[in-house]
């Protein structure tokens, strides 16, 4: 068995680290060896950051995105159209659609997908609130902005039928976005491309 070379202290904050998506135990301790290196330019801002993040970043009420105040940035924007709701799985996914610029309108974060095998239905979902803001908010237009994946589209048929007694155009995502593809991971110009050439769904 291999000797510990380094404290307590050091190894929680590999350990730490290693939980992060897209970081193994080898990247965490790469990642823990930088910061530390370089603890005045990185380390200190570092946890200065993600104190103020733990006492002041909330979950908006209103649509799912994550702000510092409710309701969010996205929801205060009197320049959206406020007819325009685009639904997606997650916070990662609305992010990536601002990033492209693809659209001007407000979104919901449903906060996942259906997914059976899992256990997550329809109540793990923020879906009451999409049929609320619909008939509330007098919105005539649904974009499903989700995944292209099997729960993605589950989802997506899910909603269709839920805003089928509702007067409002149910859209999809169109070409660019591939089939078992992720938003987060595409580009700024397919995701512009797809979400202008919405189709009805």
């Known amino acids: ?6 404290g307590p202290e050091i190894q929680r904050l590999i350990q730490l680290l290693a939980r992060l998506p ?3 135990p080898r990247s965490a301790r790469r990642a823990a060896l930088h910061l530390i290196r370089k603890r005045d330019e990185l380390l200190g801002p570092l946890a200065d950051a993600l104190q103020v993040a733990r006492e ?3 979950t908006c009420t209103a649509c799912g995105n994550v702000d510092t105040r409710d309701p ?3 929801c205060c ?3 959206r159209d406020a ?3 685009v639904v997606v799985e997650t916070v990662a996914d609305l992010w990536a659609l ?5 659209i001007r309108a407000r979104y919901h974060v449903l906060g996942g997908t259906l997914s059976p095998l899992d256990g997550v239905g329809p109540k793990d979902l923020n879906l009451s609130t999409l049929v609320e803001r619909v008939e509330r908010d007098g919105v005539r237009e649904v974009i499903l902005a989700v995944n292209a994946t099997v729960d993605g589209q589950t989802t997506a048929h899910y909603v269709t039928d839920l805003l089928a007694g509702q007067k409002v155009r149910v859209t999809r995502l169109a ?3 591939p089939v078992g593809g992720e938003l987060d991971y595409l580009d700024d110009g397919t995701l512009a491309a797809a979400m202008r050439q919405r189709t009805d769904f």
Do not use: K, N, T, W
């Open 1 to 6: 068995m291999a000797e510990q070379v380094a």
């Open 22 to 24: 897209g970081l193994g």
């Open 56 to 58: 002041r970043i909330i």
């Open 72 to 74: 969010c940035s996205v």
């Open 77 to 79: 924007d009197a320049r």
């Open 83 to 85: 007819g325009v709701l």
């Open 98 to 102: 601002e990033r492209a610029a693809a």
């Open 175 to 177: 070409h660019g976005v």
